[in-house]
């Protein structure tokens, strides 16, 4: 029987992303994983490690909220002036914050995306990804799987090819923010075909 969490993987969306993808080379993976793991990544991943933090914080804050509404409150006020200065960090990385909205195919295990060139199976790489609309962003490295000449449609886009991708490399709070987020874009493209009155 397949655990949770390998069911949560081969949960898929389409969905809109803001990303850059680089090769990264064997001999400089294990020194990024470390600092990645450290959580000394850079500016990119404030916001994801803050947002894991304010997940890990949300039951004691509805304790406190049922004690004293009040200091829930203020609290809750904090946290969104720690998040605007989150933002801030992120819009300091102009690699990711400049490229356009690009259609991906995501789930928590991997995705497949429209990519300018071409990456020989086995490639590994590096993905800054910019979630939407929390603005989370989520440093993942994975492994090309395939990479093949893209149809029409993408290349009008300005895609070359398209890339599917594993996820070998993803922080275990960047995957459960991951998750929540395939959950609400599902949610919110469940509740779009209702109200356009499809099945």
């Known amino acids: ?8 993987n081969f949960f898929r969306i389409d969905d809109t992303v803001r990303m850059s993808i680089r ?9 990024r994983l470390d600092r990645l793991e450290h959580d000394l990544a850079g500016n990119f991943t404030v916001l994801s490690s803050l947002s894991a933090i304010t ?13 004293d509404p009040d200091l829930a409150a203020y609290l809750r006020a904090i946290d969104q002036k ?4 989150g933002r ?10 400049a490229q356009t909205a690009a259609p991906v195919n995501l789930s928590a295990g991997g995705m497949c995306a ?15 990804m910019l979630l939407f609309p929390s603005f989370t962003g989520l440093m993942i490295y994975g492994t090309v799987v395939g990479c093949d000449p893209a149809g029409d449609e993408a290349a009008s886009a ?3 090819h398209i890339a599917r991708i594993e ?3 993803i922080r275990e709070q960047d995957r459960e923010l991951l998750i929540r987020h395939l959950l609400r874009r599902q949610s919110d493209q469940l509740r779009g075909r209702q109200e356009k009155g499809e099945d």
């Open 55 to 67: 997940a890990q914080m949300a039951a004691g804050l509805r304790r406190i909220e049922n004690r």
């Open 88 to 97: 801030a960090f992120i819009a300091t990385e102009p690699e990711v914050v």
């Open 1 to 8: 029987m397949m655990a949770g969490k390998d069911r949560r």
């Open 114 to 128: 429209g990519v300018e060139e071409h990456y020989d199976p086995g490639t590994d790489i590096e993905i800054r």
């Open 158 to 160: 300005g895609y070359q």
């Open 167 to 169: 996820f070998s490399h």
């Open 82 to 85: 720690i998040e605007v200065i």
């Open 23 to 31: 090769r990264v080379p064997r001999e400089d993976l294990q020194s």
